[in-house]
Structure formats: structure tokens, C-alpha cells
């Protein structure tokens, strides 16, 4: 497994990493033993990253993380997130007694006394025009409950204004061979204020991986079911807000650019990693097979500038009329 600096952090994360969303909750039914094992399969495959939040199963993502940190002695940087436990997301609900309340249950959670990186949870766009909210995270890390702060964002225009303040560390957004927006303005950006990036959905909620089909079917509690059209949250977040079908379509074209032995979970995380812009990627993994497929995307060589060249064009034939400037 490599490693790349985490903006000024000064820690060096598993350009692999873990996203623990799914092993929560709203991916279907899943098996705390089974998610467990997961986790345990990214440590010793190098991952020391972990990105989760507050309402991953309402504490549960969390309670399973502290569990691994007291199985293991390796050292485990967790990400998490508040926010979205507002019944309505209102920039008046990320109130210092608020933030300071989720902060507190998320220590308890992890079993942590301090968090190492508190990210916003896809807040509305006006919190970004709002310096006193980040003027309570600075106090939070005055106080010692949290070390960094960082933000999760639906669109470019939201980190872009996120990162004008000058303690915000890192930026989590969408980034995938689905969604191509980040690496133009964005990423130049970040780089320049050595801000870290994690990219989220890198397998666009599992369409990546190559096995889905038109037929294929999600469970209830999925929000591969539940938000196709942003019923419960943002529509970007599921399938990176690409119709199913024509997602498949473009799916099929990547495929053919696979190069031998990858996977296509594989191909399209490590075309994430040739960014580097890029600190890591996040996939979600239910299964220990999952993740050991996805952690094997450090290890492969670096993509050919044509297939790097043949995704763009799949973009922007297929998919940038659909997405490009909703994001
Ligand atoms: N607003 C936010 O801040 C926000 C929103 C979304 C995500 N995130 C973060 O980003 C992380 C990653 O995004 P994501 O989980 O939404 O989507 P993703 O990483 O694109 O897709 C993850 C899902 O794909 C399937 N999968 C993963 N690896 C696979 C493999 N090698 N082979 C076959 N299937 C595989 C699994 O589901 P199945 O097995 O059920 O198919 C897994 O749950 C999240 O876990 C979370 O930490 C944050």
C-alpha cells in the first residue's frame, strides 16, 4: 500500500482507504461480524484511514471502528462527520452548541477523546458565507476535541469557498470516472493550498465494479432503491447521480480499456490515484474480498495516457451532458 501526505497534517494515509458508510447502514442488511472482518482485512492490507460519520447507522459505523482500534495496534486515523442529524439542514442548525453535542457523541462512539478530523457533513451551500461556523471548529480544536477540520461537499463551488479558510485541512467530494468535474478548477486549487482530498463514491456506488446489470435489483433499505431519484438525500450520492442505464452503458465502454489481471474496481481506483491532487480514495466495502480488491488498486502500474484519454472521452460523450454542471 502507498501513502500520500494528508494536506498539512502532517500524516501520510493509505492512498486506499476505508469508507464506512455501508457497513452502517442504507446499503441493505449487513452483518456486524461480517463488516468487522471487512475492517480488519483494510488494516492488514495497509489501510489507516477510515472515513465515516455520526449517522452511518446512528452511531453503529463508529462503535464498529472503536471496536477494530481496540482489536489492533496499528495506528488508525478516523474521519468523521456531523451535521447530519439536523432534521432540517438549515446553516442556523450548525450552532456551537450543536456541533459541540455531535462532536461529543461521536468521541463517545469511537471511544476517542479526541477526534483526529471532523468534516461538515454536505452542509447547505450558505454555510460556506458563514466564518463564525469555522470559528467554532477552530475553538473545538483549541479545546482539544477535535485535531483537524475538514469538509464534505456536494459541489465544486462549495470547496472552493470552503477552502478560503485557511485552517480548513481537507475536502471530501465525488470523484470517479463518472464524475470528472473536480480534476479541472478544483483540483489545481487544493494543490496549491496543500489542501488533502478525499475522493468519495469512487466506484460510483458499485457501477464500477462492472457487476451490475439492467436488471439488477436493490433491497428496500438500499439507497441504490430508495434515492435513484434523490428521494431521501442528494441524487449525486447514489450511482454519482447518473441515470442507471446509461451509466451501464458507459460502464460496458470502460470495460473494454480493462487492462489483463485488474478488476474493474481495480481500473477505476487506480485511475482515481493517477490525480495527484487525489490523498485517497474512500471505496465502501461490506466484504473482505471487497476490500482486499479494491486495496489492490496500489499496486498496479500507472494507467497509459490513452486510457486515461479514452475515460475522458467516454465522459464527455456519455455522461458530461447528464452531470457535468450539476456538481
Ligand atoms: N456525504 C458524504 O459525505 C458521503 C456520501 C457518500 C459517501 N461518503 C463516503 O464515501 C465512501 C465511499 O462511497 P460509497 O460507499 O457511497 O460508494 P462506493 O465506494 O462507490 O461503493 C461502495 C459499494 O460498492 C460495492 N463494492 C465495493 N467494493 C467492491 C468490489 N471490489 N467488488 C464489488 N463490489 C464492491 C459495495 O456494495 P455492494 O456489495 O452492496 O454492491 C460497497 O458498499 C462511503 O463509505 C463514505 O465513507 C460520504
Known amino acids: 500500500m502507498h501513502h500520500r501526505p494528508l494536506g498539512r497534517t502532517g500524516w501520510n494515509v493509505s ?23 471487512a475492517l480488519h482485512r483494510a488494516i492488514d492490507c495497509g489501510v489507516n484511514f477510515i472515513d465515516t460519520a455520526d449517522v452511518y447507522g446512528m452511531g453503529r459505523s463508529e462503535r464498529l471502528i472503536a471496536q477494530l482500534k481496540r482489536e489492533r495496534r496499528e495506528e488508525i486515523i478516523v474521519a468523521s462527520k456531523a451535521g447530519r442529524r439536523l432534521p432540517a439542514q438549515v446553516v442556523e442548525g450548525y450552532s ?8 461529543e457523541d461521536s468521541l463517545r462512539n469511537l471511544s476517542m477523546d479526541c477526534l483526529d478530523l471532523l468534516q461538515l457533513h454536505c452542509p447547505p ?22 485535531r483537524y477540520y475538514g469538509v464534505s461537499v456536494e459541489r465544486v463551488e462549495e470547496a472552493l469557498k470552503a477552502i478560503e479558510y485557511p485552517n480548513v485541512q481537507t475536502v471530501q467530494i465525488i470523484f470517479n470516472c463518472l464524475r470528472l468535474r473536480p480534476s479541472q478548477l478544483l483540483f489545481q486549487q487544493t494543490k496549491a493550498r496543500q489542501v488533502g482530498v478525499l475522493a468519495r463514491v469512487p466506484l460510483a456506488s458499485g ?42 452503458s458507459a460502464v460496458e465502454e470502460i470495460r473494454r480499456l480493462l487492462p489483463p489481471r485488474l478488476s474493474m474496481a481495480q481500473f477505476a481506483l487506480r485511475w482515481i490515484l493517477m490525480f495527484d491532487a487525489v490523498t485517497c480514495a474512500i471505496p465502501g466495502g461490506k466484504k473482505p474480498e471487497q476490500v482486499a480488491d479494491n486495496c489492490g488498486a496500489s499496486q498496479v502500474p500507472a494507467l497509459p495516457l490513452e486510457t486515461m484519454q479514452a475515460v475522458q472521452a467516454i465522459y464527455t460523450d456519455k455522461i458530461a451532458p447528464l452531470v457535468h454542471q450539476r456538481w
Open 96 to 103: 456551537r452548541e450543536n456541533l459541540t453535542a455531535w462532536v
Open 125 to 146: 451551500t450558505g454555510l460556506y458565507y458563514r466564518p463564525e461556523v469555522f470559528e467554532i471548529l477552530d475553538q473545538l480544536v483549541s479545546a482539544g476535541k477535535i
Open 15 to 37: 492512498e486506499i482507504s476505508f469508507g464506512a458508510w455501508a457497513i452502517g447502514g442504507s446499503w441493505g442488511e449487513v452483518d456486524d461480524k461480517q463488516s468487522l472482518a
Open 207 to 248: 457501477l464500477l465494479t462492472g457487476k451490475f446489470m439492467p436488471d439488477s435489483r436493490f433491497g428496500p433499505e438500499d439507497h441504490r432503491n430508495f434515492n435513484r431519484n434523490g428521494e431521501a438525500f442528494d441524487v449525486g450520492e447514489t450511482f454519482s447521480g447518473v441515470d442507471f442505464n446509461i451509466a451501464l
